[in-house]
Each structure stands twice: as C-alpha cells, then as structure tokens.
C-alpha cells in the first residue's frame, strides 16, 4: 500500500502521509515523503507544497521496530534537510499529535497551522534520548532556548494554543485545517524561511535564561545521562553553525542509543505502555459511566484523592463523619490549590474552577449519586467492612465500589457487601494529588466492567493504572515489607541509619528509608506491627521513647527547629548499640555494595514469588510500580530489570549466602532459581497460559 501520496491542486502540492493510525516514519514513509517532496520541486506547476496526514494523527514520531536494527535510507535527518533545501515554501498541516520526529517534520517546514485539537511535543527525554533529527537545533532557533529546552527536557506535549503562545505554529485554524495550510502556501509561495535560520535564540537575555533552565534541569535529574546530552546539544545553537550542531545532536543520540542508563529508561516506558494489556480482560469490554465521584475520609490522603477527580473535572462530594473532620479536609483542599497558585503552577480562574468541583457532606447517605465512591479512612478492617455494609444499602446500582486500602484484604472487605462485583481496591499513593502510580486491585469476584472502568478512570486521573491481585501489601509494599525487614537487620548488624540511607541514595534513590520513615512518621508502621503482633526492635525502641520522626522533631535523626533535613542523633546511635547488646549481636562495619544487596536482592526476590503467584502479570508491571510509586530510579529500569542486568545466578547466590547467615526467609524463590539455572531472566519470563 502507498504510504505517502501526492496531488496539485491550484498550483499547491499537497503531500499526504497515509500510514494511520499513527503514520510513524518508518522506511516506507520516509522514502514516499522525500520524493513526493522531490517531485514538487521539480513540477514547474508547483508554487508551494503542504504536507498533510491521515486520520487523527499527523505524524506520532519515529517507528520504534526500527530501534536496534541496521538503518533503512533515506534517514530522517536526510528527509527534514531535503525539505529545507526545496527552493518552495512548504506548510506543515497538522491535524493531530506530531510528537518526536513528527514535529522535527514540521519544524523542518517553512510554516505550520494547526488544528483545534493537535498535541505537539519531543517526548524522546522518556525513551532515554534526546531528539535525533534537528529537534534541538531548530526548535530553539524558533521560540527560544530556555522555553525550547524546557519543552523538550519535560517531554509532555503541549496543546496547539499554547503551541501558538510559544511560536511554534503559525496560526490554529478552527476550520478547514487543508485549506489554512494551502491558503499559507500561497502566501509565502516565492519565498522560503527555514527555520534553521531563525536566530530567536540570540535574543538579550536568551543564553542567561537557558543556562539557569538547564542548571535546574540537571539539578533535578543529576543521573540521566538524556538531559546531560540536551543541555548540550541546546547550548550548540549560540556557539556552533546549524550543521556543527546538528551534528553534535546526532552524535549524542547515537552515544544513548547504546548508553545502559538510556536502555533502562526505554524498557520503563514500554514497560509502563504494556501494563495496559491485562490478562483476561477484552479490550470491547464495557465501561460504567463516571460523571461524579465521593471520597469517604477527608484526611490527607481522601483530600488528596478528591482533588485528583477535581484536577479531571469530575465533581467529587468529600464525605466526613462529623463538621469539625470535614471543614478541616476541605481547608486542606483549598490551602493545596492556593500554595500551587502562589508558586505559580496554577493560575486563580483554574484554582476556582477546580474547587468548585468539590463539596463536602457528612453521612455516608451523601454517596448516593456517586458513580464511583472511593473509601479512604483508616487502615482498620472492620472499620472498612462497616462502611461498605452501608455503602451496599445507599450507593446507586452499578456504582463503583472501590477502597483505598494499602495491605488490607479486599475480598474481605466486598463481602461486607451484596454485589462484591462492583468492589476494587484503588491505591492511590500519597500525596495522591502528586503521585502517579494507581494499584488496581482486582478482587477475585470484581467484574470485568468495573475492572475497565476503574483503569480508565485512572488514565483520566493521570494516574499509571497497574493491576495487581489481592494479597497483604499488594505489590509494592509487600516488597517494600522485605527492604523494611532487611533495614531494621542492617541497624542491628552494625550499620548506622545515615550509612545506610546514603548506600541507597547513592543507588539513585532521592531518600533512605529511615529518612522516608521520619517523613511519613515511624508511629504509622507501629501501629500496623502490634495489630499483626510483628516486632522491630530498633524502630519499636525509637517509638516507645516518643521518636516518632520530623513531627516530633526526631527519629532515626534529629531535626534541630523544625528542619526539613535530619542530622546525625548520638542517641539513636546509642540505643543501637543497647539492642544489638540485647540481642547478643556483635556490630561491625557493613559496606556500601552489601548494603544495597541487601536492600534490593530481597525486594527482587519477593518480586519473584508474586509473579508465580499471579499478584503480578509481568515483570514490568512490578518495575512500573517502583519506578512511579516507591522513587526508584528509572534509569535503573525497576527491580526486577535490575536483577536481569546484575546477572539473577549472582542474585540467587547472595541471597542463599544472606539465608545462611540466620535468614531463612531470604532463601531464593523457586521462580528465581528456575530462571537463574535457565539463564533466561526475568526478561524471557511469561506467566503459565499466557
């Protein structure tokens, strides 16, 4: 089938990808766009060209098959520089998304018009690179190097009006889309401006601003090797020509493509991609209408998840048991929207638009118009069975029923209820309002329909949905329970809580665990521990002498008035030594590495006995959760990627050497040691029946 056709039509050459749904600029496409351009050059009859695409999607960027494989001429770069040396003006027609090597096309064109509803972005920073094809030479050049190197450092798209605000479209045409890009054609026919040489970048202030944009940029992502290699390629357009920069760009795309960090990065984007296919469910499966929302708990996390719903334009009734509870959960809503306005992250009209999306009620009654109720109060089950006994009496037929339980049994809690099909979990994680990652917990009666609409409903939140199973903890924190378990082993060895938060800093983690556990507050997890009859010595000791973390202004560190950042505490450093006496365990010296293996391995080893449990579908999706839920790095591609690149017959053997010192629980999984002996990974692994 012909993937790029061409027609005249008065005196314009309109050039029309025709590869839907995403017209990706594989082979084929790249050699039909750079002839029909060719052709119209050559065509006296030819004044101007318009290139334009089928179906919603002008160009979705480059085909990633192609990645890894023995490249097919023309390149792109070759395609973009052929449409900047046409002696006609050319106008890119852009219907839909042109992201990646989609906006490198139409950045490559003399002009662009877009449509209403077209999205314009270089996501390439999440696949691990930088763009490839001229996208940080010419996108500067046209609207500046700070916002040019924002853009393409965040990777999000940006909508066609704001597109137009910044200059990188011409006009936005509400309505014929061919015929604004032929009348443009028409205007600048005799003429040619090619973007490469815009000097918009040059302009007073221009170089102070993009250096202060990059600092911060590589402040915040210190490890990514991608925006390193941007900062630098975006820098070339003050003090290189065009094509000395341009090339520097290719050069460094090349050098990622084979970088590990840059490898990493791109399983955890197709990682995340891949946690939409669930095992089981169809994708004509039917959705429920979700119109409006009820949050029952108005803490910090029920205020959080409200002003998730808020954030999408879903009306949300915020329900408490008492006034008092509930003007205080609607103080916290209002107080987070006016600290987002004053840093500028929101503007006053958004901030009242999303408020007056929320209400607040006292009484379960006030869920009775709800098409989905999410239940956020205590971490108490029989607390949690009530509410969902009376939930089964007042919620509207077919409404969703989920919970926002972290590690409680939902299959218990939707017996509490007469239609256990329309009970899941939805475990937002905190701050709810912030956090991407969204455990969906699917029962074992969960209907298929409410299953479906809870994971679209968290792509509306813009939320990463992964669906996981019942089982205490889920995913993320039964492994994170193994790093818990392994931390409080690692004080009573020897190890004090600095070294060992900077063992795992320096991994790429942005906090320890024990400086995590001051933040969130250590009574949380003691709380849990005496309602299971679980003990940890060292964090039971630091409890009961009122060490309760930063809102006690101490824990496993001091916090000296109220600072944010702990400092080593004598005290604590003490106390370990008394319960490592206790426990008749004498202390010494723990290294950096044993440290992290001794974090990580069990983790990767839980990991192993959820996957053959069915808790998780694919490796990937257990990567996805660390990586959005838990801070780990993603140019270390998540646990269980971690343990392929380490090599799993080095992981099954350190974690038999950490089982025979005394911890049995840390012997291999049966999973883990069949790949290990295989030698296939996690990587080759497919659940049974798949």
């Not at 960090?261 to 939409?276: M, W």
């Amino acid at each position: 089938m012909e993937k790029v056709r061409s027609t005249v039509e008065d005196g314009i050459a309109v050039v029309t990808i025709a590869s839907p749904p995403v017209n990706a600029l594989d082979a084929g496409v790249r050699a039909g766009l750079a002839e029909a351009v060719r052709r119209a050059d050559a065509d006296p009859a030819v004044r101007a060209i318009v290139i334009a695409a089928e179906g919603r999607t002008f160009i979705a960027g480059a085909d990633i098959g192609e990645f890894g494989k023995p490249p097919v001429p023309p390149s792109l770069p070759e395609v973009i520089d052929a449409l900047d040396s046409v002696g006609k003006p050319v106008v890119a027609a852009i219907g839909g998304a042109a992201l990646g090597g989609g906006l490198e096309v139409a950045l490559g064109c003399d002009a662009r018009i877009a449509g209403p509803a077209a999205k314009l972005g270089l996501p390439e920073v999440k696949l691990g690179l930088i763009p490839g094809a001229g996208g940080t030479q010419r996108l500067p050049r046209l609207i500046g190097a700070a916002p040019a190197f924002r853009l393409m450092a965040d990777g999000a798209p940006t909508s066609a009006a704001e597109a137009l605000k910044l200059g990188i479209v011409d006009a936005v045409a509400e309505g014929d889309l061919l015929a604004a890009a032929k009348a443009k054609a028409l205007e600048l026919a005799g003429t040619k401006r090619r973007t490469r040489d815009l000097d918009r970048q040059l302009q007073p202030g221009g170089r102070e601003a993009f250096e202060r944009a990059a600092a911060e940029a590589l402040r915040r992502s210190p490890d990514l090797p991608n925006i390193a290699a941007l900062a630098e390629a975006v820098r070339a357009t003050f003090t290189e020509t065009f094509e000395a920069g341009q090339a520097l760009e290719r050069a460094r795309f090349v050098d990622l493509v084979a970088d590990d960090r840059s490898k990493a990065l791109r399983y955890a984007f197709f990682a995340e991609r891949e946690t939409a296919r669930v095992p089981g469910l169809a994708k004509d499966t039917a959705r429920r209408p979700v119109a409006r929302a009820a949050v029952i708990g108005a803490g910090t996390m029920g205020a959080g998840i409200a002003m998730c719903f808020a954030n999408a334009g879903i009306p949300v009734t915020v329900i408490e048991t008492g006034e008092e509870l509930l003007a205080r959960g609607l103080d916290r809503i209002a107080r987070t929207y006016a600290s987002s306005v004053q840093r500028g992250s929101l503007s006053a009209e958004e901030r009242d638009r999303r408020l007056a999306l929320v209400t607040g009620k006292v009484g379960l009654e006030a869920a009775a118009d709800a098409d989905v109720v999410v239940e956020a109060a205590f971490e108490d089950m029989d607390l949690k069975r009530q509410i969902f006994g009376t939930l089964d009496r007042v919620a509207k037929p077919g409404a969703v029923l989920a919970t926002n339980t972290s590690y409680l049994d939902v299959d218990e809690i939707a017996a509490a209820t007469g239609r256990p099909g329309d009970v899941l979990g939805l475990h937002f994680f905190s701050p709810a309002n912030v956090m991407r990652l969204l455990e969906v917990v699917r029962g074992r009666a969960t209907a298929p329909e409410v299953l479906a609409t809870a994971i679209d409903l968290g792509k509306r939140l813009g939320k990463v949905p992964v669906v996981v199973g019942v089982c205490r903890g889920f995913v993320g924190n039964r492994m994170l329970a193994r790093r818990t378990q392994e931390a409080e082993r690692l004080l009573i060895e020897g190890a004090l809580p600095h070294e060992v938060d900077a063992a795992l800093t320096g991994f790429g983690f942005r906090m320890g665990p024990f400086a995590v556990s001051d933040l969130a507050g250590l009574d949380i997890a003691w709380r849990n521990r005496k309602s299971l009859g679980q003990k940890a010595p060292v964090a039971d000791a630091l409890c009961e002498a009122g060490r309760l973390g930063q809102k006690a202004g101490r824990g496993y560190y001091l916090y000296p008035e109220g600072a944010r950042s702990g400092v080593r505490d004598p005290e604590v450093e003490a106390l370990l030594q008394q319960v490592s006496a206790r426990l008749g365990v004498t202390r010494r010296p723990i290294p950096a590495e044993e440290i992290v293996e001794r974090l990580v391995y069990p983790m990767v080893n839980e990991g192993a006995r959820i996957l053959e449990e069915g808790i998780a579908a694919r490796p990937g999706d257990i990567d996805v959760i660390w990586i959005n839920g838990y801070g780990w790095p993603a140019w270390r591609g998540g646990p269980m990627f971690h343990a392929d690149q380490v090599g799993l017959q080095t992981v099954a053997a350190r974690l038999e050497a950490f089982a025979a010192r005394g911890e049995p629980a840390l012997a291999p999984a049966p999973l883990l040691c069949r790949l290990a002996e295989s030698g296939q990974g996690f990587a080759g692994w497919t659940a049974p029946g798949r």
